[in-house]
Nanobody, 128 residues
Framework: VQLQASGGGLVQAGDSLRLTCTASGHTGSISNLATGWFRQAPGKEREFVAYISRGGGRTVYADSVKGRFAISRENTKKTVYLQMTDLKPEDTAVYYC????????????????????WGQGTLVTVSS
């Protein structure tokens, strides 16, 4: 499975951005893949941002983005989105999408070592 993350850019505090993660090369249904977004700021560890279950029925967010970010998916388009609003300078980071095979009843995956497939990252820079 190849994941392509896009949509990053330079914005001002308070602006919005939508990141897109598109999957390809998966021989089964994309709806079998649970997906997460992570981010890594300069000099910091990679951290969990958001999770969406394979069917889209369950989402989980890091406390730092709860109420500002929304993750969603369109399995027919093999795409997962991260809508980011009210961006803050501390949201500046390279954002990565990640995916893994999952069963319907799986618990949310919030650790980076739980994911099998990773995109290349897209840079989000928020100026104050």
């Amino acid at each position: 499975v190849q994941l392509q993350a896009s949509g990053g850019g330079l914005v001002q505090a308070g602006d919005s951005l939508r990141l897109t993660c598109t999957a390809s090369g998966h021989t089964g249904s994309i709806s079998n893949l649970a997906t997460g977004w992570f981010r890594q700021a300069p000099g910091k560890e990679r951290e969990f941002v958001a999770y969406i279950s394979r069917g889209g029925g369950r989402t989980v967010y890091a406390d730092s983005v709860k109420g500002r970010f929304a993750i969603s998916r369109e399995n027919t388009k093999k795409t997962v989105y991260l809508q980011m609003t009210d961006l803050k300078p501390e949201d500046t980071a390279v954002y990565y999408c990640a995916a893994r095979e999952s069963i319907l009843t799986a618990r949310p995956f919030t650790r980076s070592d739980e994911y099998t497939y990773w995109g290349q990252g897209t840079l989000v820079t928020v100026s104050s």
